[in-house]
T-cell receptor, first 113, second 111 residues
Framework: GESVGLHLPTLSVQEGDNSIINCAYS??????FIWYKQESGKGPQFIID?????DKRQGQRVTVLLNKTVKHLSLQIAATQPGDSAVYFC????????????FGAGTRLAVHP | EPEVTQTPSHQVTQMGQEVILRCVPI?????FYWYRQILGQKVEFLVS????????KSEIFDDQFSVERPDGSNFTLKIRSTKLEDSAMYFC?????????FGSGTRLTVV
């Protein structure tokens, strides 16, 4: 069945270091992917998205890489800050429409001073 | 910045009771969603709603669940007879197109 999973449940980094959060997806038909950040007590917050016709997309301090060959998605955060501490979810849109997102299990990012 | 507003933030209910979770989507959005997140687990899709009807629902969204857009601003999720396993955070989301903006959620506790 469809599934989106994460390689690492917890990632600890030093402030100022770069962080890489990984995600594997299983539905090769998915054409749209999103990274969300969730802080304690809040809803998922959009970070960055990418469509399947792209390999890389950059935002402010964040980069998403998509490897369709191995069905792998990663989120890179440059110069990680304490405010980046949160749970990060990848999500895929398997249907190509505007219906549902399938979320991964989440990775907790802990940034230490 | 426009927000999706959910009320209440926390609802405690007895097993078997009906609950209605309320959401005010962003005003010019056309697509509405409900997701849930059991404590410590991933976010799960429940239902999507467009043009005043359900466009897709998951296997979780059984006959105990229903959604309604009773007026031009509110979007509600009703659980008719709550079970212990319905305890979770329920998130509403809305979007003009594909990317949803999520509310802060309602924590439902069934006792």
């Amino acid at each position: 069945g469809e599934s989106v999973g994460l390689h690492l449940p917890t990632l600890s980094v030093q402030e100022g270091d770069n962080s890489i959060i990984n995600c594997a997806y299983s539905n090769s038909a998915s054409d749209y992917f999103i990274w969300y950040k969730q802080e304690s007590g809040k809803g998922p917050q959009f970070i960055i998205d990418i469509r399947s016709n792209m390999d890389k997309r950059q935002g402010q301090r964040v980069t998403v890489l998509l490897n369709k060959t191995v069905k792998h998605l990663s989120l890179q955060i440059a110069a990680t800050q304490p405010g980046d501490s949160a749970v990060y979810f990848c999500a895929e849109n398997p249907s190509g429409g505007y219906n549902k997102l399938i979320f991964g299990a989440g990775t907790r990012l802990a940034v230490h001073p | 910045e426009p927000e999706v507003t959910q009320t209440p933030s926390h609802q405690v209910t007895q097993m078997g009771q009906e609950v209605i979770l309320r959401c005010v989507p962003i005003s010019n959005h056309l697509y509405f969603y409900w997701y849930r997140q059991i404590l410590g687990q991933k976010v799960e899709f429940l239902v999507s709603f467009y043009n005043n009807e359900i466009s897709e629902k998951s296997e979780i969204f059984d006959d105990q669940f229903s959604v309604e857009r009773p007026d031009g601003s509110n979007f509600t999720l009703k659980i008719r007879s709550t079970k212990l396993e319905d305890s979770a955070m329920y998130f509403c989301a809305s979007s003009p197109t594909g990317v949803g903006t999520f509310g802060s959620g309602t924590r439902l506790t069934v006792v």
